[in-house]
């Protein structure tokens, strides 16, 4: 067999993993580490758990405005897949809610955070009701 190049190497995984069913729709539990959020409103963090860890990645495009939540254990959803660049194994996640909480739970709660966030449950926004419908 003839050598290949580095590139080829990384892509040819790359594509193996990517073209996982396994692996291209997947839950994960672990301890969120390391969370930043890059200029363009990405968030990088690692799940790790008492014997591994793997790099993450939530595109601002997923979830907009959720903090990925340091020191926390998370439920996440995403796929597998490699960043050639570095060789390194990457989840890219799509969704995270923190473990033992339900989906509709989570969200309600990103729902009255935004809201609050917004100043809608403020005493100075009540109205009081009419004596008659």
């Known amino acids: 067999m003839d050598p290949i190049r580095v590139s080829q190497l990384v892509y040819l995984l790359k594509d193996m993993l990517e073209g ?44 907009p405005g959720a903090e990925v939540p340091a020191g926390e254990r998370i439920l996440a959803h995403g796929r597998v897949t490699l960043y050639p660049q570095r060789g390194e194994l990457q989840f890219v996640c799509d969704f995270f809610r923190p473990e033992g909480v339900g989906i509709e739970a989570a969200r309600l709660e990103r729902l009255r955070e935004r809201l609050e966030e917004e100043g809608l449950f403020e005493p100075s926004r009540k109205r009081t009701l009419p004596s008659y419908p």
């Open 20 to 63: 996982s069913e396994l692996l291209s729709d997947l839950w994960v539990v672990g301890e969120v580490a390391d969370a930043t959020r890059s200029r363009l409103g990405h968030r990088y963090f690692s799940l790790r758990d008492g014997d591994g860890a793997i790099r993450a990645v939530l595109f601002r495009d997923d979830m």
